[in-house]
């Protein structure tokens, strides 16, 4: 699986929109990205994955950039229940056995 | 529904010791995995089963094995236990295993095990 680069923190207000940079600069065409989150004391959360279009649930919205090397992952309206360390992961689901998880971000969101 | 659970929730071990660690998948899900979180890092996979087969393992001494039953819940062990061991287990389950294309794992809270 390819390896993900994000930054260690942000921080970003209650109410405003948190984007979440992640580099996939060496992504194959049949890797996927995939977005977790893990909320202080619990375990990692699915959030969205994609391939090569951008993507949206009710949860976030992922743009996927045309050459395929970096993404962001949007928070529309960040809430303090949105603090967590979220993980960019690049997957060939066709043969991965498992989640590389890397560093993440640690998403601070404050009054 | 359920979602992923595991037992114990904390459990504090001395060197050498062994330990259990148990996990239900939600129901439905024939796919159980594990992860070790230390402290300050992400999840390192230790193994994955699907219909009671290892279908992967990461790197991980031998002394960690785990194994899967008929009604897909699961267990980890670990023996000779050292500090190096203390971590959060976390246990994840999918529908489907590793190899298909919409790979959504769920993770329980997981086990935090301490050892002294």
């Known amino acids: 699986d390819a390896k993900t680069t994000q930054p260690p923190s942000m921080d970003c207000a209650e109410g405003r929109a948190a984007n979440l940079p992640c580099n996939h600069s060496?992504?194959?065409?049949?890797?996927?990205v995939y977005w977790y989150r893990q909320i202080h004391s619990q375990g990692p959360q699915y959030i969205i994955h994609?391939?090569?279009n951008n993507e949206t649930n009710e949860m976030a919205s992922l743009i996927i950039t045309e050459d395929r090397k970096s993404s962001t992952l949007i928070l529309p309206h960040a809430t303090l229940r949105d603090t967590a360390v979220y993980y960019c992961?690049?997957?060939?689901?066709?043969?991965?056995?498992?989640?590389?998880f890397g560093t993440g971000t640690r998403l601070q969101v404050t009054l | 529904d359920a979602g992923v659970t595991q037992s114990p929730t904390h459990l504090i071990k001395t060197r050498g010791q062994q330990v259990t660690l148990r996990c239900s998948p939600i129901?439905?899900?024939?796919?159980v995995s594990w992860y070790q979180q230390v402290l300050g890092q992400g999840p390192q996979f230790i193994f994955q089963?699907?219909?009671?087969?290892?279908?992967g393992r990461g790197n991980f001494p031998d002394r960690f094995s785990a194994r899967q039953f008929p009604n897909y819940s699961s267990e980890l062990n670990v023996n000779a236990l050292l500090l190096g061991d203390s971590a959060l287990y976390l246990c994840?389950?999918?529908?489907?295993?590793?190899?298909?294309?919409?790979?959504?794992?769920?993770f329980g809270p997981g086990t935090r095990l301490t050892v002294t």
């Open positions: 994840a389950s999918s529908r489907l295993p590793a190899g298909t294309v919409v790979y959504e794992q769920y």
């Open positions: 060496t992504i194959s065409g049949n890797e996927y």
């Open positions: 994609g391939l090569k």
């Open positions: 992961i690049a997957l060939n689901t066709g043969t991965a056995s498992k989640l590389t």
């Open positions: 129901s439905g899900h024939k796919s």
């Open positions: 089963y699907y219909e009671k087969e290892e279908r």
